[in-house]
């Protein structure tokens, strides 16, 4: 198995464009998360979901942020505008009943 | 409060033990996590502990649980330069698995040769 695939690996853009980033999980996984990790707030939830279905998105920062699972097998998580303070590295992670929580290798998020 | 505690910085010797602790607050919480994460890399999952084992051990870790004080404890024994990274604990809120998985800030380790 290729184990949770993130894209892209590194992403530079400029404030107010809009940032797509985006997963895989691992086939047969039924919850997908998304995290934040920036020095200040480590690791922060953002929003998971089970069966493609949004569960929890109280991490969610602001309305700029929108995640989407359309199907099994793919995630994206939006910003837009992004802003400078989005800059992070995000990190994608699946699991199902049973199985540990497996996380990509992250996307490194800098605006600028 | 979702709120999981851990020090911040841990020095020790190659060769010698480590001991990394953490305190968590979801007394419902049935699995308690342990990753790693070297430099600019992911979050390798190290090891987990069910909340009705007071034990568990894993070649050069083990992992102690105290339920009563809430608190998790991460030993590496003959630790290596290799062992060098952040180290998190991690519960998962609630009596099911399946929840949110919440972190501490993460124990930096330093060996020093």
């Known amino acids: 198995d290729a184990g949770v695939i993130q894209s892209p690996r590194h992403e530079v853009t400029e404030m107010g464009q809009e940032v797509t980033l985006r997963c895989k999980p691992i086939s047969g996984h039924d919850y997908l998360f998304w995290y934040r990790q920036t020095m200040m707030r480590g690791l922060e939830l953002l929003i998971y979901f089970n069966n493609n279905v949004p569960i929890d998105d109280s991490g969610m920062p602001e309305d700029r942020f929108s995640a989407k699972m359309p199907n099994a097998s793919f995630s994206t998580l939006k910003i837009q505008p992004s802003e400078p303070r989005d800059s992070a590295v995000y990190f994608c992670a699946s699991r199902t009943q049973g199985a540990g929580y497996t996380f990509g290798s992250g996307t490194r998020l800098t605006v600028v | 409060g979702e709120d999981v505690e851990q020090s911040l910085f841990l020095s020790v010797r190659e060769g010698d033990s480590s001991v990394i602790n953490c305190t968590y607050t979801?007394?419902?919480?049935?699995?308690l996590y342990w990753y790693k994460q070297e430099p600019g890399a992911g979050l390798q999952l190290l090891t987990y502990?069910?909340?009705?084992?007071d034990m568990k051990q894993d070649q050069r870790l083990t992992v102690l649980l105290n339920k009563k004080d809430k608190h998790l404890s991460l030993r590496i024994a003959d630790t290596q330069t290799g062992d060098s990274a952040i180290y998190f604990c991690?519960?998962?809120?609630?009596?099911?698995?399946?929840?949110?998985?919440?972190f501490g800030q993460g124990t930096t380790l330093q060996v020093k040769p």
């Open positions: 991690a519960e998962v809120l609630g009596s099911s698995n399946t929840g949110k998985l919440i």
């Open positions: 502990i069910f909340s009705n084992m």
């Open positions: 979801d007394s419902s919480s049935t699995y």
